[in-house]
């Protein structure tokens, strides 16, 4: 959506509209800087990292324009290229959230390895022997960065109004149920339709992206939850009211409920970024948990194998001390004219040692009655 010095003056209530979607579009920039930059898990990612809080101070320094736009009204050339300056950056809003939105639902879906796109996951990584899965990887994320840049292009052309030159200023303040309600001829709509299909691919996709995660968090979250409306339906919500928003209104009440509805898909992204951080840190804390249990299993199995290897000497030691002793009371015993008895009270050849049958494993001992 353009800025435009053409475009009517703000009313009082608008401008107050705008203002406070400003304020939450910053505070919504603060957010997702701080999400991306204390998350260890968003810090590698440079579109969930970087684009997304630049998005949001885009969509903020739209609003803050938007609010004051009337004081452009009749000024010179300055004020005119900051205008252009505004649209420019405006056309990068819709390409980063997609990029972003994307990133969030591959990270959440490979981090803890379920399927997404046609592609599989085992342990946080792609499942290479499956030679389709590169290549879905590769072939989706490079086609939503080609998709993001072919959505670029339409903005800027949208936006600066080349090839209509300026003969339909109205298309950027109108929605979808104009498009079809327009008396024009089609050939003179294109231009309106080129002007709302960069929403209309993020609400798209989104619709798509959000169904997945809002599944996922249903059925594969480490956090269960008792209820379907748990928080991984914020993002289905944020694209629902994002695409109501782009639906109805013309101008100049159409500027103010799409931006409404993108603010709310900007804290429904961040409401989806806190519940991936947790979900991941969760799942993070129950390896550790597994990982510290196993050693601690290998550990107790050591130690007790150990005990039996020590166990098992001593009994060897003990045996092998038992054989050497009776074996030196059988040479006693059997020496020509030894007639000792037990504490030499037994009378001569009452002194007889019977031996006794044991187990094999336990070394026969003589016994001395």
Same mark, same amino acid.
């Given at each position: 959506?353009?800025?435009?010095?053409?475009?009517?003056a703000?009313?009082?209530g608008?401008?107050?509209?705008y203002i406070?979607?400003?304020?939450?579009?910053? *505070?919504?920039?603060?957010r997702a800087f701080?999400?991306?930059?204390?998350r260890s898990?968003?810090r590698?990612?440079y579109?969930i990292?970087? &684009?997304l809080?630049l998005?949001?101070?885009?969509? %903020?320094l739209e609003?803050?324009?938007l609010a004051s736009s009337g004081g452009f009204h009749?000024?010179g050339?300055?004020?005119?290229?900051?205008l252009?300056?505004v649209?420019?950056?405006?056309t *990068?809003e #819709?390409p980063m959230?997609?990029l972003?939105?994307f990133e969030i639902?591959?990270l959440v879906?490979?981090?803890?390895?379920?399927?997404?796109c046609?592609?599989f996951?085992d342990?946080?990584q792609r #499942?290479r $022997?499956?030679i389709?899965?590169?290549i879905?990887?590769?072939v989706l $994320?490079?086609s939503?960065?080609?998709?993001a #840049?072919v959505l670029?292009a339409?903005?800027?052309?949208?936006n600066?109004?080349l090839g209509?030159?300026?003969?339909f200023?109205e298309?950027q303040?109108?929605?979808?149920?104009?498009l079809?309600r327009d008396?024009?001829?089609?050939?003179? $709509?294109?231009?309106?339709?080129l002007t709302?299909?960069p929403v209309?691919?993020?609400?798209v996709?989104n %619709?798509?992206?959000?169904?997945? &995660?809002?599944?996922?968090?249903?059925?594969?979250?480490?956090?269960?939850?008792?209820s379907?409306?748990?928080p991984?339906f914020s993002?289905?919500f944020?694209?629902g009211i994002? %695409?109501?928003?782009?639906v109805f209104?013309g101008?100049?009440?159409?500027?103010?409920?799409?931006?409404v509805?993108?603010?709310?898909?900007?804290?429904?992204?961040?409401l989806?970024?806190v519940?991936?951080?947790?979900?991941? #840190?969760?799942?993070d804390?129950?390896?550790?948990f597994l990982?510290?249990?196993s050693?601690?299993g290998d550990?107790?199995a050591?130690?007790?194998?150990r005990?039996?290897?020590?166990?098992g000497?001593?009994?060897?030691?003990d045996g092998?001390t038992? %054989?050497?002793?009776d074996?030196?009371g059988?040479?006693?015993?059997g020496?020509?004219?030894?007639?000792s008895?037990?504490?030499g009270?037994g009378?001569?050849g009452n002194n007889?040692?019977?031996?006794e049958?044991?187990s094999d494993d336990?070394?026969?001992?003589?016994s001395?009655h």
């Amino acid at each position: 959506m353009a800025v435009e010095d053409h475009y009517p003056a703000p009313t009082a209530g608008l401008m107050a509209g705008y203002i406070i979607l400003a304020i939450l579009a910053l *505070l919504c920039a603060v957010r997702a800087f701080r999400l991306g930059s204390a998350r260890s898990q968003y810090r590698g990612i440079y579109a969930i990292r970087y &684009l997304l809080p630049l998005s949001a101070l885009v969509f %903020a320094l739209e609003n803050a324009t938007l609010a004051s736009s009337g004081g452009f009204h009749g000024t010179g050339g300055g004020g005119r290229w900051f205008l252009h300056f505004v649209s420019a950056c405006i056309t *990068l809003e #819709v390409p980063m959230l997609l990029l972003a939105t994307f990133e969030i639902m591959y990270l959440v879906h490979k981090r803890r390895s379920v399927n997404f796109c046609g592609m599989f996951f085992d342990e946080g990584q792609r #499942v290479r $022997r499956m030679i389709t899965t590169p290549i879905k990887s590769f072939v989706l $994320r490079n086609s939503i960065r080609v998709v993001a #840049v072919v959505l670029t292009a339409v903005g800027l052309i949208t936006n600066f109004e080349l090839g209509v030159d300026g003969q339909f200023p109205e298309d950027q303040l109108c929605g979808w149920v104009h498009l079809f309600r327009d008396k024009r001829p089609w050939e003179e $709509r294109v231009h309106l339709l080129l002007t709302l299909l960069p929403v209309g691919v993020l609400i798209v996709c989104n %619709a798509y992206f959000s169904f997945h &995660l809002w599944r996922y968090g249903t059925e594969s979250s480490m956090v269960v939850h008792a209820s379907i409306l748990n928080p991984w339906f914020s993002l289905s919500f944020g694209t629902g009211i994002l %695409a109501a928003a782009n639906v109805f209104g013309g101008p100049p009440v159409f500027q103010c409920t799409s931006n409404v509805g993108l603010v709310v898909f900007l804290i429904s992204i961040l409401l989806v970024m806190v519940e991936v951080n947790k979900d991941i #840190v969760a799942a993070d804390e129950f390896g550790d948990f597994l990982a510290q249990a196993s050693g601690l299993g290998d550990a107790i199995a050591v130690r007790k194998k150990r005990r039996r290897n020590k166990e098992g000497a001593s009994s060897l030691e003990d045996g092998a001390t038992n %054989a050497a002793e009776d074996e030196e009371g059988g040479e006693g015993a059997g020496a020509p004219g030894g007639s000792s008895s037990v504490n030499g009270a037994g009378p001569p050849g009452n002194n007889a040692a019977p031996t006794e049958a044991l187990s094999d494993d336990i070394p026969a001992t003589i016994s001395y009655h």
